[in-house]
């Protein structure tokens, strides 16, 4: 299973980015998906997660009500869309799968992807 994460970038305070999570081996709906960031000098923290059906999801309360995430297991693909950036969302944002299909759990993930980075400026 590899996953490779895209769609980082510079963007400033008050935009958009959507990020890309896609695996190049295997099935993706098989998978939980879980985004998670970390920031300079701090630890990783969950952003989101998505079930292998699309049909549940959460979402730290950091990004609740700016972040989307969904996924299109045809493209095997996960998606997050980030809307309203802030400063505070700058991180290295890292996709992540669960063998678990229905994990909502910042835990268990089994793969991950190497990482995109997002800076946000003010």
């Known amino acids: 299973v590899q996953l490779q994460a895209s769609g980082g970038g510079l963007v400033q305070a008050g935009g958009s980015l959507r990020l890309s999570c896609a695996l190049s081996?295997?099935?993706?709906?098989?998978?939980?998906v879980g985004w998670f960031r970390q920031a300079p000098g701090k630890e990783r923290d969950i952003v989101a997660y998505i079930i292998w059906a699309g049909t549940r999801t959460d979402y730290a309360d950091s990004v609740k009500g700016r972040f989307v995430i969904s996924r299109d297991n045809g493209k095997n693909t996960a998606y997050l869309e980030m809307k309203n950036l802030k400063p505070e969302d700058t991180a290295i944002y890292y996709c992540?799968?669960?063998?678990?299909?229905?994990?909502?759990?910042?835990?268990?993930?089994?793969?991950w992807g190497q990482g995109t980075l997002v800076t946000v400026s003010s």
């Open positions: 992540a799968a669960s063998s678990d299909p229905y994990n909502l759990e910042p835990h268990g993930y089994d793969y």
């Open positions: 081996e295997g099935t993706l709906s098989s998978y939980a």
